[in-house]
């Protein structure tokens, strides 16, 4: 026996894990045994605590032993080679995987209720289970929350096989296990108290989370409706926002651009909300005059500003928008319609003179934002400037390049379009 229970294990994981105080974290704990680890483990870092969903694929002759595993958001891991030793036909597969799949949103529902998940994106997730056996459940959970836009992953356990970092390799961006032992046959042989759960016990430790779990942003996948299609999006909303961000992605990119899901979760962490979503449909982005076509671009940026504005989340909240390349001559031409009610544009490396005729017609105050080491852009601003009629400013990155990838370049564009959203959304709800 290496530990007494999961409390105790918990504590001396979070002691572990003391390198990680004072990051913006969140602790994702498995349902059911991992969730006392993960809260004792939030406990010790005073970081919120959330749950991370996901559920084994067992054998169907051997439910123990697992031939993969699901998580949300869709993610999917199966193991093919316990499936071809153990026979598994596809359609046993898929039965398991529909069943897996009905409990999935049974325990979401029963452990959340109508508490949404609170926010991934931009920070970093340190998932927690009591253990791992085959490393199934844990994959699956870390690509869950990469796909949920987690800026980095630490996989936190309080055992694991001797072998298990082999197994898990790349999965995380860092593997933590307290004991590695020898002769190691399942996770409960290393506890002296190693009761199974059941779902009030998970509710309750939810209930005893730290007080920054209550105060942490409400987080969910979204489709968002824009005329004939609708579009993938994610929309973050802290308690008592200043107002709401809607990203409008450059060419090539999506709702999971991580440029721009850093400069969310910058946003997000100064109090206000933000709505990336696609822009194309998946089809329609296999057209390369689609990408282009800014026109569309802002008719359809304007259609998800008018769905985000009958959302009981974002009702009477002033709504900025943040364009990348292309996206920005798309925020300016949204921003320019009679009926816009936009407080604020900020455009990052942007293309703001494909807005064409419309910049004169935008009365949102305007940031221009844009890399020093990137002098094409740099002139096509300057030039888009003098068109632009309403408060305006350009601000140039030293040494930046267009994509801002250089050391500090976009901790610098976040904190400009902070301050560029949060003092003009301020006045428009004075």
Known sequence: MLFTDRIEAGRRLGARLGHLAGQDLVVLGLPRGGVPVAAAVAAALDAPLDLCLVRKLGV?????????????DGVRV?????????HVPPDALERVEERERRELLRRAARYRGDRPPVAVAGRTAVVVD?????????????????ARGA?????????????????????????????TPLGFFAVGQFYGDFAQLDDEDVVACLRRAPAAARRAAADREVEVTAGAVRLGGRLTVPADPAGIVVFAHGSGSG???????????????????????????????????????????????????????ARSEARDLAVGYFGASTG????????????ARVAAV??????????????????????????????????????????????????VVPGATHLFGEPGALETVTDLARDWFTDHMRATRA
């Not at 850093?262 to 696609?278: E, I, K, P, Q, S």
Request: with cysteine; aromatic share 2%.
């Open 255 to 309: 709702r999971h651009s991580p440029r721009n899901l850093h400069v969310a979760a910058g946003l997000n962490r100064a109090g206000l909300g933000t709505l990336l979503f696609d822009l194309l449909t998946e089809e329609e982005a296999g057209h390369r005059t689609n990408v282009f076509d800014t026109r569309l671009l802002a008719a359809r940026l304007a259609d998800a500003t008018r769905w985000l504005r």
């Open 78 to 86: 199966v193991d093919d080679s316990v499936v071809r030793q153990a």
């Open 151 to 179: 800026a980095r992953t630490v996989l936190a356990v309080p055992v694991a096989p001797p072998d298990w970092t082999r197994r898990l390799a790349g999965e995380a961006d860092e593997l933590v296990s307290l004991e």
């Open 60 to 72: 169907p002759a051997q439910p123990e032993l697992a031939m993969g595993a699901i998580g949300e």
């Open 328 to 339: 920005a001559a798309a925020a300016l031409r949204a921003a320019a319609e009679p009926d």
């Open 346 to 395: 900020v455009s990052r490396g942007g293309r703001p003179d494909l807005a064409g005729p419309a910049l004169a017609a935008v009365t949102a105050p305007t940031l221009l934002v844009v890399g020093g080491a990137d002098p094409t852009v740099l002139d096509l601003n300057r030039q888009a400037q003098t068109a632009l009629t309403c408060e305006n400013q350009l601000s």
């Open 130 to 146: 009591d253990g791992v056996a085959t490393g199934s459940t844990a994959r699956a959970a870390c690509r869950t929350v990469r």
